[in-house]
């Protein structure tokens, strides 16, 4: 007897399809944590380079490098792109805005 394999249709956040409390945040740091990994890889560094680079103890590099992203902040993460060079452009606006004049554009 074979079963049959069902599927469940993602809500695009796997974290709140785990039920986490926290899945927006979450997802959140996931987006900027996979950022900033790929530009470290890109430079091929050392733990040791990076823990200078981003001013971040070594041990807190091999977290980052395992994409234990739940470590750091949001905040955290942004400044680390902005210690590689990477020029951030945030977007604001009310959900379900019609009126795109009521978005904000903030340059870090």
Same mark, same amino acid.
């Given at each position: 007897?074979?079963?049959?394999?069902?599927?469940?249709?993602?809500?695009?956040?796997?974290?709140?399809?785990?039920?986490?409390?926290?899945?927006?945040?979450?997802?959140?740091?996931?987006?900027?944590?996979?950022?900033?990994?790929? #530009? =470290?890889?890109?430079?091929?560094?050392?733990?040791? *380079? +990076?823990?200078?680079? !981003?001013?971040?103890?070594?041990? &807190?590099?091999?977290?980052?490098?395992?994409?234990?992203?739940?470590?750091?902040?949001?905040?955290? #993460? =942004?400044?680390?792109?902005?210690?590689?060079?990477? *020029? +951030?452009?945030?977007? !604001?606006?009310?959900?379900?805005? &019609?009126?795109?004049?009521?978005?904000?554009?903030?340059?870090?």
């Amino acid at each position: 007897m074979t079963e049959e394999t069902i599927f469940e249709e993602s809500s695009g956040n796997v974290f709140a399809d785990l039920g986490l409390e926290d899945a927006d945040e979450l997802l959140t740091r996931g987006k900027i944590g996979i950022v900033v990994l790929r #530009l =470290l890889k890109q430079r091929n560094l050392k733990q040791r *380079e +990076i823990s200078q680079l !981003l001013g971040i103890p070594q041990p &807190e590099v091999s977290h980052l490098m395992k994409g234990e992203f739940q470590r750091f902040s949001e905040g955290k #993460l =942004l400044m680390f792109l902005k210690r590689l060079d990477t *020029e +951030i452009t945030l977007h !604001l606006r009310p959900r379900n805005a &019609e009126n795109q004049s009521a978005e904000t554009v903030i340059s870090l």
